[in-house]
């Protein structure tokens, strides 16, 4: 049917941009006009298209700011704004609202800019894979057997990281393949479908890497990858992939395990970095902009606090505290924890010296009498001079604390390393699979890998999931008992399985995309009522002849683990 459209309508694909204008040509493959703008005419144009892949899909979804991510930040307690820029502030109200789908409703361009444009470069992907192909079977190359690989792997792998976004995103997508017709629009399938398909394309990623070529850095915006490390980070990302999918409790208890175990396993060994380059055209987008100021990217108390180990009543105030006072009602307070991410000290002035009035990101944010290069290497939180408080948005998002890890990118004018997936994120996939599965006291020996190193005494040696972790009455994380927001919510100590949840959020924080948003919502520690996916934008559907702009109003998040 939908092919059919296409013929009667060949207006079709101006009419959508989530959907590549290559698509619309009729059989470009079977008949080369040479005279036709915008295809390759030979294999080493296929190789300069596939080449730009990677850079588009950045760019596309992490190299600006009107995106999903800087929603998904505040729907996951990873960020915090009141500011109506990139519909934050309508996110972040707690009750949670619905992503509305209705013709121009205020978020329209930030919910269709990764559909639409992951949508888009993954259907290039899937035209320069078939026509790839079809010049290797004609007996032509890219230049040796070992760089025609190269490049269909680095094309599929596009693919399916394309692929993988928009169904860890949104409730359905459109899957695009090497065996469609260029004439053909696929229709749309859900989400589980979308990941089964980008996990083929990893797969075939993986397949096509066997003696390739080394990737040319400038590919991937860092160093040359050779073989074994672009494996890595295949595997890595499927393990990503498999797991953030699910969008409750029991789909992430559901997920493959023992598959997850077995991709982190052979993954990444060091962080995967791309190095923003304003130059040459790799951008930092929201990374930059949360960094702007205070009203831009807040820290919230909710999952940040329970590192904090003040008690009840401490004329600081306290974590212990700040749970039990109402959500209109809430009142920062100091945190005091072992965890050497955040500043140590007493007071807001002790604190403020580790980074004194610098905004600039560590290491050049660091005052070198008071913190040393190593300590100054893991300091992620700076409590912000008194100047920049913000006074302004709801109670539960207003404290003392920014997420500085990542600001030298901003002080660099958008240059600088950031970290697309890290070597943390890998190990606690691993980690979560291995406790999933019953091989608790082999998870810990990863989870102490950021834990002890942070200053907070391991959990090597716990196997079950009931011994609290270590620390006494200053235990990293204490976490409140259910419900919350109540005078009678207590603080436990977390087990294990709270240490890892822990260690990831803090490793995570604003690296990758939205990684917080798809742990907390396979966690269930999403505040109650968020939405867990975004429906098809109204500008696809409509594309499509179908009128039904729905919301994904049934698809919301029940009361949090901690019952917030």
């Known amino acids: 049917m939908l092919k059919r459209i296409v013929t009667k309508l060949p207006a079709l694909c101006a009419l959508t941009l989530a959907l590549s204008v290559i ?24 190789e300069t298209f596939i080449s730009k892949l990677m850079q588009q899909e950045w760019n596309s979804h992490q190299g600006v700011s009107g995106n999903i991510a800087t929603q998904a930040s505040v729907l996951s307690l990873e960020s915090y704004s009141a500011l109506a820029n990139f519909s934050m502030g309508a996110r972040a109200t707690i009750p949670r609202g ?60 596009a693919l399916g990281y394309a692929i993988g976004y928009v ?47 080394v990737i040319p850095g ?56 791309i190095n923003a380059d304003a130059t040459t055209g790799w951008f930092t987008g929201w990374r930059s902009q949360f960094a702007v100021g205070t009203t831009w990217s807040q820290m919230t108390p909710m999952l940040l606090g ?5 008690k009840v009543g401490d004329p600081l105030g306290s974590y212990a505290d700040w749970v039990r006072q109402s959500l209109a009602g809430k009142t920062p307070f100091l945190m005091r924890t072992p965890d050497l991410r955040f500043p140590s000290g007493e007071s807001r002035t002790a604190q403020q010296a580790y980074t004194g009035t610098s905004r600039a990101g560590p290491p050049n944010g660091c005052v070198a009498t008071v913190v040393t290069p190593a300590r100054c290497a893991i300091l992620y939180f700076r409590n912000r001079i008194l100047g920049e408080d913000n006074v302004g948005g709801d109670p539960f998002g207003i404290w003392y604390y920014d ?8 002080d660099k004018a958008g240059n600088g390393p950031i970290i697309e997936m890290s070597i943390a994120e890998n190990d606690l996939l691993r980690a979560e699979g291995l406790i999933r599965t019953g091989k608790i006291a082999e998870a810990a020996v990863l989870i102490d890998k950021t834990r002890t190193r942070s200053g907070l005494p391991g959990v090597t040696g716990i196997a079950d999931l009931t011994t609290p972790v270590p620390g006494g009455s ?69 594309a499509r002849l179908n009128t039904n702009f729905y919301t994904t109003t049934g698809s919301r998040a029940g009361p949090s683990t901690y019952g917030f």
């Open 23 to 46: 698509a619309c040509r009729n059989e470009p493959l079977a008949v080369r006009n040479t005279d036709q703008p915008g295809l390759p005419r030979s294999p080493s144009e296929e």
């Open 167 to 213: 169904s860890l995103i949104y409730d359905s997508t459109a899957i695009a393949t090497p065996q469609l017709e260029t004439s053909e629009i696929p229709p749309l399938s859900t989400s589980k479908a979308g990941i089964v398909a980008a996990l083929q394309m990893l797969d075939s990623a993986q397949k096509y890497a066997a003696g390739m070529a």
């Open 218 to 273: 400038g590919w991937v915006s860092g160093s040359d990858i050779n073989e074994a490390r672009w494996i890595q980070i295949i595997r890595s990302h499927r393990a990503r992939f498999r797991t953030s999918v699910a969008r409750t409790p029991t789909e992430r208890a559901a997920v493959d395990w023992n598959a997850v175990i077995a991709d982190a396993a052979a993954g990444i060994t060091t962080d995967f970095i």
């Open 474 to 542: 200053a235990c990293v994380p204490r976490v409140p008992v259910p419900p919350a927001h109540v005078a009678t919510t207590q603080l436990v100590c977390g087990n294990i399985f709270e240490a890892l949840k822990w260690e990831k959020r803090l490793e995570t924080a604003f690296t990758g995309y939205a990684q917080w948003y798809f742990d907390n919502r396979g966690w269930g520690d999403l505040p109650q009522n968020t939405v867990y996916e975004w429906p098809v934008p109204w500008q696809d559907l409509s």
């Open 403 to 410: 997420n500085w890890r990542f600001w030298t990118i901003r």
């Open 306 to 310: 329970m590192g904090d180990t003040s």
């Open 98 to 157: 619905t992503i509305s789908n209705s013709l121009g409703n205020s978020a329209q361009t930030e919910n269709f800019r990764d559909y639409d444009f992951l949508t888009r470069n993954g259907r290039s992907a899937a035209n320069l894979i078939k026509g790839l192909q079809a010049f290797i079977a004609a007996g032509q190359t890219t230049g040796t057997n070992a760089t025609n690989t190269r490049d269909l792997s680095f094309a599929y792998y």
